[in-house]
């Protein structure tokens, strides 16, 4: 007779890391959980200890009970007011991601006209991808300058200095996908 805790755990466990699109092998490394155990969790197969547990609620950044609930829907709609706002100076940035996913951050940028905002520069190995979708963004890279129109992307190195502006007189919207050194991206959640 199947376990039905298993089976929920088992179901929660391989949608979560398919969602976040991991392979057991990475995950095996960002948790400390052998490979082996990631598959026999996903099999229904294991009778995993608290530890274990633990490990693997922190690599898919979820609740352990969130792990041994009936699964969620595959699909949820997040309002634009659910997500993440902030302003830093006159530009408002908006996450993307309503659900973290290790190493990644998406950004939408709008930039009011002649607003300008300074980057912060990550850790070495990061990197970073803008790309204008209205208006005209200059993207300054460690001295460098680009002007970015609609649909341009610049790929460059998240750890040097580096700043956006609008030079136009109508608002302009960017987003940036960063991809964090993999040190960084490794890392426990805290």
């Known amino acids: 007779m199947d376990d039905p805790v298993a089976q929920r755990l088992a179901a929660n466990v391989k949608q979560l890391r398919l969602a976040r ?53 595959t699909a949820r709609r997040f309002a634009a007011g659910e997500l993440r706002r902030r302003k830093r100076g006159d530009v408002e940035l908006r996450q993307l991601l309503p659900d973290p996913i290790p190493g990644t951050m998406i950004e939408r940028m709008e930039l009011p006209p002649r607003a300008r905002m300074s980057g912060v520069p990550h850790m070495p190995g990061t990197r970073e991808y803008l790309t204008a979708e209205r208006g005209e963004i200059e993207l300054v890279v460690a001295g460098t300058k680009f002007l970015l129109g609609e649909g341009d992307v610049v790929v460059f190195r998240g750890d040097q200095n580096h700043s956006y502006r609008n030079p136009t007189s109508k608002t302009s919207v960017a987003y940036s996908v960063v991809i964090l050194a993999p040190a960084a991206a490794e890392a426990p959640p805290r």
């Open 21 to 73: 699109s991991f392979t057991q092998e990475q995950l095996a490394r960002i948790s400390g959980v052998p490979r082996a155990t990631w598959a026999n969790l996903e099999s229904g197969a294991a009778n995993p200890t608290v530890s274990v547990l633990l490990k693997v609620a922190a690599a898919l950044q979820v609740s352990v009970e969130e792990l041994l609930a009936a699964p969620r829907a």
